[in-house]
């Protein structure tokens, strides 16, 4: 790029200040999205198209790994633990997890170099707008769909308490949707600060629940039975398919059916790459969120999943009970450790936290579906007046439709529900899946580009790692799983279509979506040498730059001032929470 073109870019957030909306749209075209990544793009007539930078460090970080801790690590463990057994879970919940790090460090780094609204932008920018029109559709259909089946389970969690024959279920659908209305309405900076304590307590609850399998592993439990690795030898290490699949072929079609479940336990984990349009420095906030999602996958995940298998084994009459039952403290397999242990009161403390999960999950599902209906408006992948945002930076419009989708909940107010959760936990699979397939294809581009324009990294705030190996890796295992996720339908006496159609049905989705928009607006893949790598890039270096500033000056205070929260959360705290 001349440097006359790289200085017409640079200067294009402080030009133009007589444009009219339409024409800042036109600006926005390319897939720059910036109206929020760049906060002195547009001036003040432009301010009703503009989302607020309005979330510290700890909110993004605590966003990330909260998005990824619901019932899929909760209640969806039990069902692949009854499947396929401890070793097989615990080596595919590893494997998924290390993919998923790898898709968040590639996410971390164009987000830490430019934050857009949503992966529609980094992908219409990076690659081409047939591949944003596709991510971003697929991803909102994912969130349309998730919303109310979030609802669903918080529901159905009720039932532990109180029966539907007592209490109708659309009665706590009601009140569920009500809430995450009133705190999505209200403004990113309070949804960052509910998220942030909501997301601590699941953090908290999860330690919990880590200590006190291993204290019931070592034998601390009421019943005094030490299990250490006892379930590993048997009933066994892994578990085989059927009586007509078994030995070795067996324990693996066991282990490979288990990686839908893997996928939707892990979900959630790129909000960051959304929130990063709303986060104060992001190439200070983003960067520290995608470094700790290591070592909380391994804490978290791992960890857990390890002790879990050492405590509950996958024949055991409890579990198998628990994998039929509805979403709930009932179904999840760490209930059925307590039990076995002998100890009273905590799966009704434990479904308390269920309840917390789903809540949690439900309140960010409808943040990212309305941030990414946004996004594709900017992007002008959707009408623009889903661009519009009110004094509090809340799209408004984007936020009505993706409420009018929750109301899908409704639907499972029947005894069927629990059949429909499954069906939903399928059709999220896929589409998460393939946002990740989009997001290390974007990533690829974004660093050919890179190459071709800088040379190297050097000026960078945040590199992903073991680049660009580990991303094509991660891309040939991700679109694996993607195939393979649930070809068990093919193995019985008889075809479940209803589940093939579920756990595949996002792929044709997402191939129309592509294809159509390429033969409508005749796109073209981006050549790395013309890929846009500055506009918008001169208000992040002011941004970093000042939080440089910002934050010498918070270490100098806290070296002159005694050592009070700030110190203590910095020191000990900041890794976790």
């Not at 944003?132 to 559709?137: H, M, N, Q």
């Amino acid at each position: 790029m001349s440097e006359s073109l790289e200085k017409k870019n640079a200067g294009i957030l402080y030009s133009n200040e007589t444009l009219e909306e339409d024409v800042a749209f036109d600006k926005l075209e390319r897939g720059a999205s910036g109206a929020s990544a760049a906060g002195a793009s547009v001036d003040g007539k432009h301010e009703g198209i503009r989302l607020k930078k309005a979330l510290e460090a700890r909110h993004v970080s605590m966003i990330a790994i909260g998005g990824s801790l619901g019932t899929g690590l909760l209640i969806g463990t039990g069902s692949s633990l009854a499947s396929a057994g401890p070793a097989s879970i615990l080596i595919s919940y590893s494997f998924v997890g290390l993919l998923v790090y790898t898709v968040m460090a590639c996410l971390g780094e164009m987000a830490a170099f430019i934050p857009l609204d949503g992966f529609t932008s980094y992908a219409s920018r990076y690659v081409d707008p047939a591949l944003g029109f596709a991510v971003g559709y697929c991803y909102l259909f994912k969130y349309f769909i998730v919303t109310p089946n979030q609802l669903t389970a918080g529901a159905m969690v009720m039932q532990y308490w109180v029966s539907r024959e007592k209490v109708n279920p659309g009665v706590w659908i009601t009140i569920f949707l009500v809430l995450i209305v009133l705190i999505n309405t209200v403004g990113v900076r309070f949804f960052g600060e509910f998220e942030f304590w909501l997301s601590s307590v699941k953090v908290l609850v999860m330690l919990g629940l880590i200590l006190l399998l291993f204290i019931i592993m070592l034998g601390g439990g009421p019943n005094h039975d030490r299990t250490g690795f006892r379930y590993w030898r048997d009933p066994g290490a892994f578990k085989p398919y059927s009586e007509a699949i078994s030995g070795s072929k067996g324990k693996f079609v066991s282990f490979a059916s288990v990686f839908a479940l893997a996928l939707f336990a892990y979900t959630g984990t790129e909000l960051c790459g959304i929130v990063a349009a709303e986060a104060k420095n992001p190439r200070r906030s983003v960067p520290r969120a995608i470094k700790l999602t290591l070592y909380r996958i391994v804490l978290f995940y791992v960890i857990s999943i390890l002790l879990l298998g050492m405590t509950v084994a996958y024949n055991d009459p409890l579990l198998i009970k628990a994998k039929k039952m509805s979403t709930s403290a009932a179904a999840s397999p760490f209930v059925v450790a307590i039990k076995n242990a002998g100890i009273p009161v905590l799966p009704h403390i434990f479904n308390a936290c269920v309840l917390l999960f789903v809540f949690s999950a439900c309140n960010s599902d409808l943040y990212v579906a309305s941030r990414t209906l946004y996004g594709l408006a900017i992007d002008r992948k959707a009408p623009k007046i889903f661009a519009k945002t009110n004094g509090w930076g809340v799209p408004y419009y984007s936020l009505a439709v993706s409420v009018l989708f929750c109301l899908l909940a409704y639907m499972n107010v029947s005894s069927g529900s629990a059949q429909i959760f499954n069906y939903f936990v399928n059709v999220v699979s896929i589409f998460g899946l393939l946002s990740w397939i989009s997001i290390l294809i974007t990533y690829l581009r974004f660093h050919k580009a890179v190459i071709a324009q800088f040379g190297d990294k050097s000026g960078f705030s945040y590199t992903a790692p073991f680049q660009p190996w580990s991303t094509w890796v991660s891309l040939f295992f991700c679109c694996l799983i993607g195939l393979i996720k649930n070809y068990t339908v093919f193995l019985g006496h008889t075809f479940d279509y209803k589940t093939f159609i579920s756990g595949y049905i996002g792929i044709p989705v997402y191939a129309i979506c592509y294809v159509g928009y390429k033969l409508v607006h005749r796109s073209k893949l981006i050549k790395p040498e013309d890929v846009d790598l500055y506009t918008f890039k001169a208000a992040i270096d002011a941004e970093e730059e000042e939080g440089k500033l910002l934050e010498l000056e918070r270490k100098e205070q806290l070296k002159s001032s005694p050592k009070n929260l700030t110190w203590f959360y910095d020191t000990f705290l900041g890794w976790i929470f």
